[in-house]
């Protein structure tokens, strides 16, 4: 099944719209054939991309004219790219995937992770300890290929024109060691460096906070720059990857995200928590 990209996300927005501003419902775009049901169904749910014959047919039914068929034409195109992909990726989830792509595409992205430090500011030493040990059934090659997808994923803030990130971890994530209390030691200093960013924000919520509403699990947004593109909500658990693009799944984590929020340290106050995990790491290290 093809990834829900944000392209293909686009492309099948301006087509359901375009079919209604034609004042036409499915069912007659189907009596009017070659076009099938499952076929105009995947289309506008962003399940598939038409083919090229099936798109021609579709604008010229709906009578789009000259600027329409650019426009949706250049959608199909971006929609066919699959560049963030790499040859690895065949080994990952489905919705992980669609996710990376989402991420690639984001302009703004609001993370929360309970129990992990985000892994858009993961070290590769932190990321390898950690999926091993979440993932003990992971062969050599799938922790390979898993470790470097979360490190090609965090180009994204990196890049020259870099997406805003949000981050807020609860004070677990910063506790629990994964690896080694050298290993965490250098992921508190990349948090540290990562923070100096203007476009990154990273918070903790302390364990003085008591209960909010983050701790059942993990979840991630990720708005884009045309306003066309519908956010995505993207949520990991032991029952597996969701991907959610509803209006109304959307606003009810980004609800969630920012009552939880609401319960972390200020910017200032979370980098120094997270230098005092630093501190308590590196003293670990020098009393072994």
Known sequence: MTEKTPGLRSLALALRRLREAAGMEPEEVIAKGPVSKSTLRRAENAEARPNRSTLLHLLTLYRADDATRAEINALWEEAGNQDWLRPYHSDLRRDYKAWIACETAAAKIKSYES?????LTQTRDYAHWLIQGVWPSATPTDLEHHVQARMDRQAVITRAKPATLTAVMDEA??????GSPLVMAEQMRQLQTLAGQP????QVIPFSAGAHPGMPGSLAVATFAKPAEQPVVYSDGMT???LLDSEQDVEHYTEIFAATQAKALNPTDSLALIASAEHEFTRELETA
């Open 115 to 119: 129990l992990f430090v985000p892994g």
């Open 240 to 242: 597996g990857d969701v």
């Open 199 to 202: 476009h990154v924000t990273l």
């Open 173 to 178: 994530a910063l506790r629990r060691v994964v």
